[in-house]
């Protein structure tokens, strides 16, 4: 056999003993080492061809003094490097055959150890020794074999349902499973990016894993961002989150009357909104794009007058724009702004601020577009000029007074002057008192004193919260 066939009996056969070992084998697949094996003798026979060629190069130029001399330095070039591999391998064969003999030995006296240990003990404490070792090299080799099968079966439980929708990063979907425990079946929405967008699912991950146990924001299930090829052969990156029955609650207004909602059911779901942005804050973050696209509406049952009723459950959801409070590192004049412009406030829309402020004028939005059904600036065909120059959007003229107390804080001209969201949770508007009072008769007579002493105080209340508009 030749020695390019690479076989057995070739000098650069280092896998069955017939000459020296080319490298560490111990942490090199058997793949690979057979790759490398095969490297390194194409790149030996091809430095011996070389040899060859200048040694013929040699002779037939004898004549040319400075050929010879050129094909000579080659050749000394080469003869070195020969040198200088043999004296590596050398160096090499002599440290693995130091680290097996010092395996070896660490081995023996590991083995010795062991039964010495075993001497010393009971024949049903020597049972239980060697039925546990069995039992935990049987546990080793079943799970290295179907390793790959149980991660299968982990995929398989998830079952697509339907298609949710799409946004700016990516896509929604529905997928539903069995618990395990009971056999009940769940639901969860797997949100996929591509490549693209990856680096924006990764940060919203990590955003959403700092709020676990929320209950005013979307939770996301598992423990990272999930990598799988599609049907085209191209990777997509995704999350698994709760399951918003209820959809958006811009779909969630669809389903009213000119997309109005009721007085109390505003006041209640501006509430729940204050809560989790109260909750984002504390944590040192601004949303960015709070609208209500990116709020979750979530059925359910709440025990009241004696009797269970339904109600919802907001929450906040996609945080791909959300950035630290007072960043501005991510500022571009290609993206002198992040978030949706009509619901975005005129200093970030203008200088790129980002604060507190920006998401509570975002929440005067959304609390306007729930009582007039409309988006803001939708008197203007959505043209942002009057923002530019520190407007507030229209106010319809039948809008509670406590109401359109609390959207002057929110539209307050300096981000400031909108407080935060705690202090927005102690206004009255939440609380639905203020406006009972003002459609009182100011003649009417109030035969109880203590009644009289607590319309005072609201009314009191009322003028403290005017007085910090002006």
Known sequence: MSERSGGCGSRGCGGCGGGRKRYEWWFVPSTQRKIHEKIF?????????????????????????????????????????IEEQAAYNAHRDAKVAAR?????????????EQKDKLEHLSLAEKF???????????????YQKNQSFLF????????????????????????????????????????????????????EFQILSEFK????????????????????????????????????????????????????????????????LATIHEHGYVHCDLKPENILVFPCSVYKNGAWRSSYQLKISDFGLSKRDGD????????????????????????????????????????????????PWWHTNYELDELMKCYEPLFPRNLPCDAKLFLMTCFAFEPDERKDALTLLRQSFLHGDVNKFTKLQMNAKIDNPDDFTLQLEKLSQMLSEIRTMC
């Not at 070792?133 to 049987?138: F, G, R, S, T």
Request: proline letters at 2%; aromatic letters at 10%.
């Open 328 to 375: 501005t590192k991510w500022w571009h004049p290609r993206q002198p702004f992040a978030g949706t412009p009509i619901y975005m406030s005129p200093e970030s829309i203008s200088h790129g601020e980002l604060g507190k402020g920006l998401d509570l004028w975002s929440l005067g939005c959304v609390v306007l577009e729930m009582y007039t059904g409309k988006r």
């Open 41 to 81: 003798m194409e790149w030996e026979l091809s430095l011996k061809d070389n040899l060859q060629n200048l040694v013929t190069s040699k002779r037939k130029h004898s004549g040319d003094s400075s050929s010879f001399v050129s094909l000579q330095e080659q050749l000394k070039e080469a003869q070195q490097k």
């Open 128 to 142: 239980h020794f060697h039925l546990t070792q069995v039992l935990l090299k049987a546990c080793c080799q079943s």
């Open 100 to 112: 097996d003999a010092a395996h070896e030995a660490e081995h023996s006296r590991a083995m010795a």
């Open 213 to 276: 146990g929320c209950s005013r924001i979307v939770q996301c299930y598992g423990n990272g961002v999930k990598q799988r090829f599609n049907d085209k052969g191209y990777v997509e990156y995704k999350i698994a989150m709760e399951y918003a029955a209820g959809g958006s609650l811009s779909n969630f207004m669809d389903r009213f009357k000119d997309r109005k909602l009721p007085d109390s059911m505003i006041r209640e779901f501006t509430r729940m909104l204050l809560e989790g």
């Open 152 to 203: 299968a079966m982990v995929a398989l439980d998830l079952e697509f349902e339907r298609y949710l929708g799409k946004g700016s990063f990516g896509s929604v979907s529905l997928f539903k499973y069995k618990r395990r425990r009971d056999g009940e079946t769940l639901y969860a929405a797997v949100k996929t990016s591509g490549y693209k967008h990856a680096k924006t699912l990764y940060k």
